[in-house]
């Protein structure tokens, strides 16, 4: 169960389903299962955008879905110290915690429902791990960790924050109030999500009850894309089967479709999505482990930065 949520989606903001007689609705051009694998100390993650073209992903780079785990005591895991440039990550969690800290001497707590926005800019190092709370007492785990482009003119930025606590993030419901849509940056229907951007996007985590559809207006201007977290269902007005780890790219048009099945599985008794797109950058990408820059010199200028401690040192730890 997502940590931020209503008992009643009735009583939230709605958005309206398109007009069909005025909206195009986007087209599903392709259907994609997520690999799985490890990632930091070891801990479990399907690769949301590994075979999709990197074409329709402008401006994102690749997305993460970090369990769901359900650890026993001794067990979670989390990322040793590592460098970023060039982009901003996204770290969203459904359920657990994560405790960060950084270079810049900066850190903070997430809780399940929280986003932390991190622009790397011109370079940070960081770290992500479990509190030693929970190490202890083991328990679940789930997220998503999303990369964003930053368009040329921003990779060289100071490196800040967005702590988005989970009862910042805008939740609003369907027409009908079939769905749960927690909106967490850009702009849905004239609805505002916390999360600030450089390049325009919208994100949102939307839990589809069984049988429901939702018929979301969508930007035209903008990608879309849509990955299941769990549960299953159709996507798209062709009523492609979906179901979690698949994502699904959509094109032209400035609608998009998706359907829960009526039939859950009982560990997921609704299906949750993450919904995404947003307007392409449309500049070079020089992609090398974690840092996006432009050029393949630029890289090269990323790691001498990186060895020479351009990023940052290791704060000491005393005990």
Do not use: C
């Not at 018929?215 to 979690?244: C, K, Q, S």
């Amino acid at each position: 169960m997502p940590a931020v949520t209503v008992e009643n989606p009735l009583v939230l903001p709605r958005v309206e389903t398109p007009d069909p007689a005025t909206t195009t609705p986007r087209p599903v051009l392709g259907v994609v299962t997520a690999p799985e694998g490890f990632e930091g100390e070891g801990f479990p993650v399907r690769r949301a955008f590994a075979k999709i073209n990197t074409k329709y992903l402008d401006p994102f780079i690749m997305m993460d879905q970090m369990g769901e785990v359900e650890y026993a005591a001794g067990e979670p895991k989390g990322t040793p110290w590592h460098p970023h440039r060039g982009f901003e990550t996204v770290t969203y969690l459904i359920d657990g915690e994560f405790v960060h800290q950084d270079s810049t001497g900066g850190g903070g707590h997430l809780g399940g429902g929280d986003t932390q926005w991190m622009t790397a800019g011109a370079g940070i190092l960081h770290i992500e791990t479990p509190p030693e709370s929970l190490v202890m007492s083991g328990g679940l785990f789930h997220g998503i960790q999303l990369w964003v482009n930053l368009p040329a003119s921003d990779k060289m930025i100071q490196p800040k924050y967005q702590d988005i606590h989970g009862g910042q993030v805008k939740l609003l419901t369907t027409a009908d109030g079939g769905a749960v849509l927690r909106l967490i940056a850009g702009d849905l229907d004239g609805h505002q999500g916390p999360g600030t951007t450089f390049t325009p996007i919208t994100l949102l985590h939307a839990t589809v009850s069984p049988g429901a559809r939702i018929t979301l207006p969508w930007r035209p201007d903008f990608n879309a894309l849509v990955y299941v977290l769990n549960g299953e269902g159709t996507i798209g007005e062709e009523n492609r089967p979906i179901h979690m780890g698949q994502s699904a790219v959509f094109g032209d048009g400035d609608s998009i479709a998706l359907q829960a099945s009526a039939m859950q599985e009982s560990r997921s008794p609704n299906m949750d999505v993450i919904i995404l797109g947003g307007e392409p950058i449309k500049e070079p990408v020089a992609h090398y482990g974690p840092f996006v820059m432009n050029s393949h010199r630029e890289l090269q200028q990323a790691i001498e930065d990186f060895n020479s401690g351009k990023f940052g040192q290791i704060p000491v730890t005393r005990d």
